[in-house]
């Protein structure tokens, strides 16, 4: 069931990839090649360590739902759970 | 010598070392060193006769201590007197050495002595043998003997004794003697063998190694707190719960899980991930839609005079509904961006399936909820207090309730042909507040005439019939008495607002029943609505007496329930699939044709014509068969004979409020509403009881 909101994401309009990383950063599936993968989460997963880590010092009872990257090609989003991370790219306007 | 020296150029340390100086001798070797010197006479040198000089001072060193006391008194506190204190040193000490002179009667004295004597013994006996050689010698030099027998004896002796080592090295040599000290202590040394050294060195595999790096954050702490909490609050819950046998297969079966949990390597743990993720997603695609559903403000309708539109937003359908109808619509109470879609078929010859989806406005391109049945779903409702509940009614006559939180696709309660289901299709479900023993029931209508409650008591539908239809005036006495009652086919219902025993069933004969729930045999009124099958009945949220009604007719009528002709009729050129009330203003309603065409009505604004006219679905052919109004956005769904739901907004001018005159307060929606109304009702009736 998990399965299917995941390819139904990856087959979603202007979806780039998406991958699922574990809470040491090493991605678990993805869409994408190995090399952009592995970079992908090495960064964001530091990225997302630090966003929650501010989130939940200004308020220790808040923690972060997502966070969404606009850059000027694409948009990441990236959903983190108690032990994953969700990644997507996403190529908004089109 | 120093006297003088001290006479001479320190002149000053003359007056003390005078009397000193007078008494003694010159020293003679210093003459020459004296004789360099000048003798000053210092001037306060006393002037003496030389018999004076002459005179002897006989000075004496004594051991005694000239500034020691002899009579020391001290007080003594202890007694209180002055005590003599006895003894006082009187002794002076001038000059003390440490010296190495033995008694000859000690011990180590007498070894000394002994150990001379066996020296001389040895030299006695080197003299004992050159006395031979003296003897020898003598004859030739006696003189010389005689004269310096010291030094003689020395040179003789050396030179025998020289002759004598030679002589006596055989005989016994005088042991050498150790030379002791007055300890006896001699330092004996011996020196091992030194084993030569080896290493021996042992490896092992070093443990192994982790790193192990931890941040102290203000959350972390919180989290730590959190988990103890939660910790406590177990060993709590444990200890309430007394069941030891239970206690085992639990924890057996808790370890099962926790062990299949470990080893799948989850991805289903990223399911609530996964569903946010999705939401953003198509969020970005839809991005300008949701925009415009929240902040667009259609800035035509300035210049449309009193007219409106409605903008379309989403589009929601799914492949599997894709041929089934959309047979009901139903916003959740509590979460207002989901809304419950029941699909099936009207069309008496083609029955199939049914499926109930629940959409969110968050994920326009994927339902949140599946249900599928076997049986056409005519229509659906929402419990307000538990709206996770919902309850469907089929076309074959069956009525399931659903239960959202749980996982399961089936239902949790159904109506079987046993428990007293409809023999018709059920047109009309609606829930009701909890009953007597807290029961949750609901009512439901349908064509075989009955109107039957039911409640859910446990695991079961219990039903009872309510009301059975039946057509007035129709009833035809057979010959053996009996009256044969034509029963009516209800095909919609509303319970009042407010007087909650209340309800209105529309029929398919074109007839409105004003019912009691306590009342199961007869009417409480009846109205002529329609010359066809009334496909949906509606009270005013606001005004407690007024309600709709829609027909296949094409006409859409406003009543006053206590008037037996309509209010307000509005013909719209085809036949109304439904009508709904707007949430927000009593005065505002939409209704939904099967040309594709949506309709608005202000009563406010304009009593006798709609304005809004849109046709909202794509294809002409595809007919509009519900409407609903979103209880807080400005939105409506409208569903068709395809299986689409179309969302669409309402541009401003559909949403008129009453406006506020300047210095009035705001006054509050209901009054106002039912203000509203009963003044356009009041006009409609002055006119017609003018008429």
């Given amino acids: ?94 | 010598m120093p006297q003088k020296r001290r006479q001479s150029v320190i002149g000053t340390r003359g007056a003390r070392k005078r009397d000193e100086d007078s008494g003694t001798d010159v020293g003679e070797g210093t003459d020459e060193w004296t004789q360099s010197k000048i003798t000053i006479r210092p001037p306060d040198q006393l002037e003496l006769t030389d018999a004076e000089l002459k005179e002897e001072f006989t000075r004496i060193l004594t051991a005694n201590n000239p500034h020691a006391p002899q009579n020391i008194v001290r007080y003594s506190f202890k007694e209180g007197t002055y005590k003599l204190i006895g003894f006082v040193d009187q002794l002076a000490v001038h000059f003390t050495q440490v010296g190495n002179l033995i008694p000859k009667d000690s011990d180590e004295g007498r070894r000394q002595h002994f150990r001379d004597e066996m020296v001389e013994g040895s030299q006695e006996s080197l003299k004992v043998a050159l006395s031979d050689i003296e003897n020898l010698e003598e004859d030739e030099e006696p003189k010389e003997a005689e004269t310096e027998p010291g030094s003689q004896t020395d040179v003789p002796v050396a030179e025998a004794a020289e002759k004598a080592n030679e002589e006596l090295t055989t005989p016994a040599q005088p042991k050498e003697r150790k030379l002791t000290n007055q300890f006896n202590f001699s330092e004996r040394a011996s020196q091992t063998f030194n084993n030569p050294l080896r290493d021996r060195e042992c490896q092992m595999e070093p443990p192994p190694r982790t790193n192990f790096s931890a941040t102290a954050n203000q959350w972390e702490i919180y989290d730590a707190y959190m988990d103890e909490l939660e910790k406590q609050e177990k060993t709590k819950e444990k200890e309430k719960t007394k069941t030891p046998v239970a206690k085992k297969p639990e924890k057996i079966a808790m370890r099962k899980l926790t062990s299949m949990e470990s080893q799948s390597d989850d991805i289903t743990k990223v399911s609530q991930a996964a569903k946010i993720v999705e939401r953003m997603v198509n969020q970005n695609t839809y991005d300008d839609v949701a925009q415009d559903f929240k902040y667009y403000e259609d800035a035509a309708d300035e210049y449309r005079d009193q007219e409106g539109t409605l903008l379309p937003l989403w589009k929601f359908q799914n492949d599997r509904a894709k041929r089934l109808a959309v047979t009901a619509l139903c916003w959740n109470p509590k979460y207002k961006d989901l809304f419950a879609v029941g699909h099936g078929s009207y069309d008496f010859m083609k029955q199939s399936r049914g499926m109930l989806l629940f959409y969110s406005l968050k994920n326009p391109s994927f339902p949140e909820y599946i249900f599928s049945s076997e049986s056409g779903i005519m229509c659906l409702d929402m419990h307000v207090d538990h709206p996770y509940l919902v309850v469907v009614g089929h076309y074959d006559g069956n009525v399931a309730v659903y239960n959202l939180k749980k996982a399961h696709s089936q239902p949790c309660f159904r109506s079987t042909a046993k428990s007293g289901k409809h023999t018709d299709p059920v047109w009309q479900v609606r829930w009701q507040k909890d009953d007597m023993d807290n029961n949750l029931n609901f009512f439901s209508v349908s064509s075989d005439g009955r109107i039957v409650s039911w409640t859910l008591v446990k695991s079961e539908l219990v039903c009872t019939d309510v009301i059975k239809l039946k057509v007035e005036g129709s009833s035809t006495e057979l010959p053996e008495g009996l009256q044969l009652h034509t029963i009516g086919c209800g095909t919609a219902f509303d319970f009042h607002k407010e007087i909650d025993y209340m309800f209105l069933v529309g029929t398919e004969e074109g007839k409105i029943y004003k019912c009691s729930k306590s009342y199961s045999s007869q009417f409480l009124d009846t109205y002529d609505a329609h010359n066809m099958a009334v496909d949906a009945v509606t009270w005013n949220p606001y005004h407690t007496k007024v309600f709709m009604s829609c027909s296949s007719d094409w006409t859409v009528k406003i009543w006053d329930h206590t008037i037996k002709t309509p209010m307000f009729i509005y013909d719209l050129n085809s036949a109304v699939g439904d009508v709904a009330w707007a949430p927000y203003s009593s005065t505002v309603f939409a209704a939904v044709t099967t040309d594709g065409k949506a309709h608005v009505f202000d009563l406010a604004v304009n009593k006798y014509e709609a304005i809004c006219n849109q046709p909202v679905v794509a294809k002409k052919k595809n007919k509009i068969t519900h409407v609903q109004f979103n209880p807080i956005y400005p939105i409506i769904i409208v569903g068709d004979d395809r299986g689409h739901i179309t969302c669409l907004k309402l541009s401003p001018n559909l949403r008129k409020m009453p406006k506020e005159k300047k210095g009035q307060e705001v006054q509050k929606g209901p009054a106002v509403e039912i203000a509203k109304l009963d003044k356009l009702l009041n006009l409609v009736r002055e006119v017609k009881t003018k008429t």
């Fill in chain 1, 1 to 94: 069931e998990v399965e299917e909101t995941l390819k139904r994401i990856q087959s979603h309009k202007g979806v780039i990839g998406t991958m699922v990383v574990n809470a040491e950063g090493i991605p678990i599936r993805t869409t994408l090649d190995n090399s952009t993968t592995v970079q992908y989460a090495g960064l964001l997963h530091q990225l997302t360590m630090k966003a929650k880590s501010t989130v939940r010092d200004i308020d220790p009872q808040n923690d972060l739902t997502f966070l969404r990257i606009r850059s000027k090609k694409h948009e990441i989003m990236v959903a983190p759970d108690k032990e994953y991370l969700l990644i997507v790219i996403q190529n908004p306007c089109e």
